[in-house]
């Protein structure tokens, strides 16, 4: 049974194969381009929710710290008036908030690999659909050149080439 199946899978392949070499080209092309635009657009916005997200990381972190540096000086205060339990609860307070900086700062490190990660990305998928689209072009322009199956001439001939090809007509016409 699985032979079976994996014939048929190879026979369907195939007969998907022939139909993509079928349809026309410039189409699948275009189709490609589209996708690639679309994905790149999405990984556009995931790259503007990123810098939000770090922006925010960036603004708790800094209001984080002042905060901690509001504790020293409240800490120096109880230190000197010598009350030791409110010492000890700013202290663990203090504590606290060293560790959720260090968990934002973390999470801010890697929000930002991440951003120069998709950066590079959309930097990569951007040259490639640059490519892409040339190709498009060039596919499309062809089409126009060999409209029909005739071919256009592009080429514009100059005159000098027109002057040689008269004094060589002339030339062979002379002989006979």
Do not use: W, Y
């Not at 998928?125 to 072009?137: D, P």
């Amino acid at each position: 049974m699985a032979l079976i199946t994996r014939i048929s899978r190879l026979f369907e392949a195939d007969f998907h194969a022939v139909l993509d070499r079928i349809e026309e080209p410039d189409l699948q092309l275009k189709q490609a381009v589209r996708e690639m635009q679309f994905a790149l657009d999405q990984d556009r916005q995931r790259l503007k929710l990123l810098q939000h997200k770090a922006d925010q990381l960036a603004k708790s972190t800094s209001d984080l710290a002042s905060g901690l540096k509001d504790f020293d000086a409240e800490l120096d205060t109880c230190l000197a008036a010598k009350q030791d339990e409110l010492a000890r609860d700013l202290i663990r307070r203090k504590l606290a908030g060293d560790k959720q900086l260090q968990a934002l700062q973390q999470q801010s490190a890697g929000v930002e690999a991440q951003r120069q990660q998709l950066t590079a990305e959309i930097d990569e998928q951007s040259q490639q659909l640059t490519s892409l689209k040339q190709k498009l072009e060039l596919l499309v322009s062809d089409d126009r050149v060999f409209a029909g199956g005739n071919f256009v001439q592009t080429e514009v001939i100059r005159s000098e080439e027109i002057e040689i090809a008269l004094l060589r007509e002339k030339e062979r016409r002379a002989k006979s």
